[in-house]
């Protein structure tokens, strides 16, 4: 959350005498809109959890190694093109598992009629 306040802080004048106070409100606005959410969307934590089984792999394991292998190109050792394609498929393996995972208690809450 705090990258979103650092940008929306900005636009605030730095001359403005106030600009402690409107970055207060920012921040007290963005933990309730969050708030909010989490109350109003039902299994939002199973929601979160898919979301981010799919985009942690995702962003930690598959793309670093894909940048890796694209920009390096034909630079790469053969030792080098194994670890990133294990490294690679260890990532796919857990983004399908976590997110058959969430997938599966998510249905499980909707078939009981489970509410938060």
Do not use: D, W
């Not at 650092?6 to 708030?35: C, D, F, W």
């Not at 039902?42 to 598959?62: C, R």
């Amino acid at each position: 959350m705090s990258p979103v306040a650092m940008s929306l802080e900005e636009l605030i004048p730095s001359n403005h005498m106030k600009s402690q106070v409107y970055a207060i409100l920012i921040r007290t606005g963005l933990v309730i809109s969050t708030l909010l959410v989490a109350l109003t969307i039902p299994f939002f934590g199973l929601v979160l959890s898919l979301v981010g089984s799919l985009l942690t792999m995702l962003v930690t394991l598959i793309l670093p190694c894909l940048c890796f292998l694209r920009i390096l190109g034909r630079k790469v050792t053969r030792l080098q093109v194994a670890l990133c394609v294990i490294i690679i498929i260890v990532g796919v393996v857990s983004a399908v598992i976590g997110s058959y995972k969430a997938i599966s208690e998510i249905i499980e809450n909707l078939r009981r009629g489970k509410s938060p």
